[in-house]
């Protein structure tokens, strides 16, 4: 009867033991207590793997203290215990050869059956794989870090050096044009010569815009998005006009962020000239920008009906510096590489849908 | 008759240099170019000017990556006798390639510098320079 009675409690106390073995033996985590009174020391069996210890090896409250990189302070941290204290921490261990590893480890009071402080107890787990693994992160971080500084650096040597030499060629050029013989043949040099100088010094004026991007100071401040789009499109007025263009704007959903405003107007000017740019002839363009938010991300959604990108030739080239994305080899120039660049810099991203003749598609996460 | 009578060029790109002078012949826009390849140079010309032993150019134009001792650095030096140098009629321009806005707003807040001027400057903006100084 009364073994009867118990086995509700039994159960409980052997599933409560297998839960307790089961998450030791899963999270590696071993067990520990030592009696100041007695000298005794106890590691349970994962602890004696963890710490890689014999069979036969006799631990005791003395050489427990082995096991830590830092002796005085697992002396310290044991007295607090003794003193009622507690401990949860990461602490660097040593094993029985002398390896240093880093160990998360908590240590409490160790009571005697009359309630009397004896020792301490508690478990520990090794977690070196972590924190080597965070400090190489943080390391490879710093080295990134680094190189990047080196690179910006680089790029505005780069860039400075360059200009002087540009801006030389151009006052050369500019004091050539004053004493040259017009109606020579030189002229078709000094022709070629100065467009040689005006495509250099754009060349360089489109490489500055790129290195400027990123340490440039960027000012978030709250900025309407109808505003600047009606801004922009006031520099297009005559060529929208003369191309019969109609644009539409929906601003409803969300009408105020907080951006750089010259990185916005930048984004408008960039698609709206794209879509100029790249409009197809055989119907007017129409451009429809709409804002939205999904799932609390802010978007801006700007499509036309253009004649469109071939996704699956030319999905890689959108974006970069340079690269021609159409057909007659009209150079995109670096208007889109910069607005993606400055839409990551505050942490957003870029998105293009697009069908060939059917219109191209721009989604601006913001 | 020439637009103005001293101005000074401290700038280590000789062919710059060489250019600028070249224009400032052909306008005849001053009487006296003094040139200077580093800040170092052009200093002892300044501590003289301090000491009134050489005529204050009217118009200096300023370089600021240069050898030996650099734009900032002579900036530096100058700052103490700000008043001094202004009193004498002397208009700083720092003319650079540099185009980092942090550098060209530190350049345009310093009491001694009246302007900054991305290279290249253009013989029409040199012209300017010169003109609006000597009006």
């Known amino acids: 009867m009364i073994e009867k009675s118990n086995q509700p409690l039994k159960k409980l106390l052997e599933d409560k033991e297998y839960f307790l073995s089961e998450t030791a033996e899963l999270t590696v985590t071993g067990a520990y207590s030592g009696n100041l009174k007695t000298g005794e020391g106890y590691i349970d069996d994962i602890g004696r793997n963890i710490l890689d210890i014999p069979k036969n090896y006799n631990l005791d409250i003395h050489s427990a203290l082995s096991f830590f990189a830092d002796r005085k302070k697992a002396v310290e941290l044991f007295y607090s215990c003794i003193n009622g204290g507690s401990f949860v921490l990461d602490i660097e261990m040593k094993d029985y050869h002398g390896n240093v590893f880093w160990a998360k480890a908590s240590g409490k009071p160790l009571h005697d059956s009359e309630h009397n402080i004896v020792g301490v107890r508690g478990v520990f787990t090794s977690i070196d794989r972590f924190v080597r693994r965070g400090n190489e992160l943080e390391n490879r971080a710093k080295l990134i870090q680094e190189q990047n500084d080196r690179l910006v650096h680089f790029a505005h040597i780069v860039s400075h050096n360059l200009r002087s030499h540009a801006s030389n060629l151009q006052l050369t050029l500019d004091a050539f044009n004053d004493i040259r013989d017009k109606g020579q043949q030189t002229d078709i040099f000094f022709n070629y010569l100065t467009e040689i100088s005006n495509n250099l010094s754009s060349t360089l004026e489109h490489l500055n815009q790129v290195v400027t991007i990123n340490i440039e100071e960027k000012k978030v401040q709250q900025v309407n998005l109808e505003t600047i789009f009606k801004e922009c499109l006031l520099e297009f007025k005559e060529e929208l006009l003369a191309i019969d263009a109609k644009v539409r704007g929906d601003f409803t959903d969300l009408s105020v962020i907080n951006y750089v405003p010259s990185f916005l107007k930048n984004i408008f000017i960039q698609l709206i000239s794209n879509s100029i740019k790249f409009r197809s002839r055989k119907e007017p363009l129409r451009i429809k920008v709409r804002t939205k938010v999904k799932n609390k991300r802010k978007l801006l959604v700007f499509k036309d009906n253009g004649v469109g990108i071939d996704m699956n030739k030319q999905a890689d080239y959108i974006f970069k510096m340079f690269e021609s994305t159409d057909a007659s080899g009209e150079s995109q120039g670096i208007g889109l590489f910069v607005l993606k660049n400055q839409v990551e810099s505050l942490g957003g991203d870029v998105m293009v849908k697009s069908k060939l003749n059917k219109g191209t598609s721009f989604t601006i996460k913001f | ?135």
């Open chain 2, 1 to 135: 008759m020439s637009v103005l009578k001293k101005a000074c060029i401290i700038d280590d790109d000789r062919l710059y240099v060489s250019l600028m002078s070249m224009i400032v012949d052909k306008y005849d826009l001053v009487d006296e170019l003094v040139l200077f390849e580093n800040g170092d140079q052009a200093l002892k010309f300044f501590e003289l000017v301090l000491k009134d032993k050489i005529e204050a150019p009217q118009v200096v134009l300023l370089d600021l990556n240069m050898p030996i001792m650099n734009g900032w650095e002579l900036l530096d030096v100058l700052e103490d006798h700000t008043a001094a140098l202004q009193e004498k009629g002397i208009h700083l321009l720092v003319v650079s390639s540099s185009i980092n806005q942090n550098e060209i707003a530190k350049a345009k807040k310093h009491a001694l510098v009246s302007d900054f001027i991305t290279k290249p400057l253009s013989k029409t903006h040199l012209l300017e320079i010169f003109n609006k100084i000597s009006s």
